[in-house]
């Protein structure tokens, strides 16, 4: 028998065979997690489901009694709340959509109710998915559960904190230039994007359409290769979905990494990069040699131009999409007001934080007629030489190994009043995405202060299968 004060620290994979051998029940861990959560000092959530929760966990329980339960019943997952849920709130952390209940579920949560996945509740974010440190919510910043001095990275703060601080077995978060790996890294959980295409988008609110991917953050590579497996896959109703057979991931568990040809490009190991992280992500390159893998040096020579090309194109697209939040249709209404250019102007005055309000400026700004050509249209053709570099590596590499971000987590409140500062801490991560490639973020250790950091694995399109190799292989035989 398990010690029941414990099974909040259960990843899925030994939940699971608990619940198989009958020695736990669905119902009794949902109830230690909201346990847990009702205590909770991170402000990781935005809204819970305890009733919903609580009503799923007994109907599950009857269904592995009688061995009908889908492949991932008793998965406690928490959802990052710009992801549309039948009849729960989606607030994209902002002022603008704080009432705003969905009418629908996104394909993700479709796919995952169908496989019996118990949802906790939705998680904190930045506004919108804007912010690299999970300060931007209207809800509050999240805390890293490693200090609760500390961010625990940005857009999807919430998620990865929710996971590392056993609030839940798991959560999906959104990344569109970092969003799921850098938290992952600052809370020492496993974050995973995929390429761009190989999750539906049908249901994720956008904040810049060409570069958001939904993916999954978790406590073990097991635990991330069976839930990759169940949001993956082709969906009429997203048009930039990828219509790619979906590999079982879990059969690249317990392999070993000799003869992988494993590329450091050396612009992602310049002077900016804080010392603690260095060693650590050195210590790592030193072990998958000594482990038959083949380290080969390498450069990505467009990498110095990746953050300035993101934010141009990100701040465009979001410019765009967030045209939609007017007061007219759904979401805040400003009241008291006479002219319709004036419910416009004061509902997203009311509704946006300033964040929010500064990439919007930026992206319209880049889009204005006399800008198009200088900003917009040059970053696009930057974007194709990044692809290109990436494209000319892979063809001497299997994938490629780098830091995730300069530093470990952060003090709240360290960068808040430096934008420019906030947004180099995307160094590492946005190229990822402007190039749609996958990547993992693996934890492999801690700093001098305690703070976790993460090593980032970057593989080509659609081949997230040598990711999972790899991490698990780290996960299984490193020694942090």
Known sequence: ???????????????????????????????????????????????????????????????????????????????????????????????????????????????????????????????????????????????????????PGGSSGGSAAVVADNLCIASLGSDTGGSIRQPASFCGVLGCKPTYGRVSRYGLVAYASSLDQIGPITKSVPDLSVLLEAICGHDTKDSTSADQAVPRFSDYLNRDVKGLRIGLPHEYFTDGLDADVAEKIQKVIDFLEQSGAKIIKLSLPHTEYAVATYYVIATAEASSNLARYDGARYGRRAESTSALEEMYVKSRTEGFGSEVKRRIMLGTYVLS????????????????????????????????????????????GEKADDPLKMYLSDIYTVSLNLAGLPGVVVPVGKDGTGLPVGVQFIGPAFEESILIQIADFIEREFEQ
């Open 1 to 151: 028998m398990t010690d029941r004060a414990d099974i909040t620290t259960l990843d899925y994979t030994r939940a699971r065979e608990l619940l198989e051998k009958k020695e736990i029940t669905c119902s009794e861990l949902v109830d230690k997690y909201f346990q847990r959560v009702n205590v909770s000092q991170l402000n990781g959530f935005i809204t819970v489901f305890e009733n919903s929760a609580r009503e799923q966990a007994a109907q599950i329980d009857e269904k592995l009694k009688n061995g009908q339960a889908g492949r991932l019943a008793g998965m406690v997952l928490a959802v990052k709340d710009l992801i549309a849920m039948e009849g729960k709130k989606t607030t994209c952390g902002s002022n603008i959509l704080s009432d705003y209940i969905s009418p629908f579920d996104a394909t993700v949560v479709q796919k995952l109710r169908a496989q019996d996945v118990i949802f906790l509740g939705k998680t904190n974010m930045d506004e919108f998915a804007m912010g690299s440190s999970n300060e931007n919510s209207h809800y509050g910043p999240v805390k890293n559960p490693h200090n609760p001095e500390c961010v």
């Open 369 to 412: 007629a006399g800008y198009y050509d200088a900003y917009y249209r040059k970053a696009q053709k930057v974007r194709t030489l990044i692809k290109q570099d990436f494209d000319r590596a892979f063809q001497d590499v299997d994938c490629l190994l780098t830091p995730t971000s300069p530093t470990t987590a952060f003090k709240i």
